[in-house]
């Protein structure tokens, strides 16, 4: 693989003046600063709305808007993939950082509903867009997996490796929901989000992401998790009559878990880069659940009005939320030019991860 990567760059005229190379650790580096320079978006144009899950499950507009603050959810077309979905947000970060797809030398797709177990969905946008210069592989972190893609194409462009990443989150939820299981099928949905980070000027004022965090909690995969179709249960015919291909989740104990990391994650963040709660002009909150959310602001003693939510849009699209937020919070002009923003996140794993960027 590393010599397909170097070929790849020997080609490209592009990386062989600006002489970025991933595989080269000879050089010593100097941290670079990174910058978000495009987001972007897309979700499924299929409404399920609670009106429509009443009819599929004994449940509730009411029980669903006042337990999770969720009143529809997008779901893709049956022969719409994870990576179909990555690829229009992905052309749509690209659009807006006004790149090129041969810019690109690393792309990284944070997903729980790959299309194939491989190659990665990384590899299908990589060649849907034409980023032939492009190094691609996905990351598996759950609802955190957004953000997990950023703090490691961080790392990339801030040791010299790469110059411009496109990150991903994209999920197709709907294909693992249980549509027997009141408790879980309400709660999810599709879509994707991107952004394009690139490396940065380092001048005071300029878009940068100023620091991220990110953990995990090994001892906990049991709270939120797909039990078959990997080595441990294999798709047989039995498994798949009693649906272990499907989410199971212990809602009351992720609750509580999601609540605490967050806040924990998210002020070690603001205590490391010394920005205080009132210098945050936006927190963009995983949107798992209203109550959640709520929670986590109040913690952090940041008010509503400073809090970006659409879970009653979109329900939960796993890593996808906090890129999708993050796109409609830029498009709208809620997050503007200069703004520090505060992503937040929590998932199965358990994982959690935040992130403070100045845009
Ligand atoms: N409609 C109607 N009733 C429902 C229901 C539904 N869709 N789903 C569950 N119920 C019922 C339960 O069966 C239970 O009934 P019982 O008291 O007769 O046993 C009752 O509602 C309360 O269930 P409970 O699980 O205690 O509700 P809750 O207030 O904890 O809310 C969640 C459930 C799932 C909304 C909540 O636990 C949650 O949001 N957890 C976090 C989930 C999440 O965000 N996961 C992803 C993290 S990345």
Redesign the pocket.
């Known amino acids: 693989m590393d010599y397909v990567l170097m070929c790849q760059y020997r080609q490209c005229r592009k990386h062989r003046e600006n002489k970025v190379d991933m595989n080269d650790l000879t050089k010593p580096f100097k941290r670079l600063p990174v910058a978000l320079i495009g987001t972007g978006s897309y979700v499924p144009e299929r409404r399920l709305t609670n009106e429509d899950?009443e009819k599929m499950?004994?449940?509730?507009n009411e029980?669903?808007v006042t337990?999770?603050g969720i009143e529809e959810r997008r779901i893709a077309a049956p022969d719409e993939k994870t990576s179909d979905m990555a690829t229009q947000a992905a052309r749509r970060a690209m659009e807006s950082a006004g790149v090129t797809p041969e810019e690109i030398d690393l792309i990284i797709v944070a997903t729980v509903t790959p299309d194939t177990f491989t190659p990665s969905t990384a590899c299908y946008v990589q060649a849907n867009i034409g980023a032939v210069n492009a190094a691609a592989f996905d990351i598996s972190a759950?609802?955190s997996g957004f953000l997990f893609a950023l703090k490691t194409a961080v790392q990339y462009i801030g040791c010299g490796q790469a110059r411009t990443a496109l990150i991903i989150a994209s999920e197709k939820l709907s294909h693992i929901v249980n549509w027997e299981d009141?408790?879980?099928?309400?709660?999810f949905g599709d879509g994707a989000g991107a952004a394009v980070l690139r490396s940065g000027t380092g001048i005071e004022g300029d878009s940068a992401v100023l620091a991220s965090d990110i953990g995990s909690d090994g001892t906990l995969t049991d709270l939120?998790m797909v039990p078959g179709g990997g080595s441990a249960i294999p798709t047989t015919e039995e498994n798949i009559q009693e649906k272990l291909y499907t989410l199971a989740?212990r809602?009351?104990e992720?609750?509580r878990y999601?609540v605490a990391h967050m806040k924990d994650s998210a002020l070690s963040l603001i205590e490391r880069t010394g920005i205080k709660p009132e210098d945050v002009d936006l927190v963009i909150p995983?949107q798992?659940?209203l109550?959640?959310i709520n929670a986590v602001a109040q913690r952090l003693g940041i008010p509503a009005e400073r809090v970006f939510v659409n879970v009653h849009k979109y329900g939960?699209t796993?890593g996808a939320a906090v890129a999708i937020a993050l796109d409609e919070a830029v498009s709208t002009g809620r997050a503007r030019k200069g703004d520090i923003i505060l992503l937040v996140t929590?998932?199965?794993g358990l994982t959690w991860s935040s992130a403070a960027i100045r845009l």
């Open positions: 899950l499950v004994d449940t509730s029980w669903i337990r999770t759950a609802c009141r408790s879980t099928c309400v709660l939120l989740m809602g009351n992720v609750f999601a995983h798992a659940n109550r959640i939960n796993s929590f998932g199965a």
